[in-house]
């Protein structure tokens, strides 16, 4: 994932392509939460999560 944020962590970049995934949210105890597997799938995926948390989803 060259145009990742976490371009400078090449492991992180490792993790996503190796997986096939464009992002992913993380758990406070480090357990994968969700992925996205493209860019488009972000926000449906923040709205899931904002839905689980009780949270209004990000606008």
Known sequence: ?????????????????????AAVILRPD??????ARTVDELPE????LAAQLGSPPPS
């Open 45 to 48: 995926l923040l709205e899931q």
């Open 1 to 21: 994932a060259p145009d990742s944020a976490l371009a400078g962590f090449p492991e992180v970049d490792a993790w996503l392509d190796e997986r096939g995934v």
């Open 30 to 35: 480090h357990y994968v939460w969700g992925v």
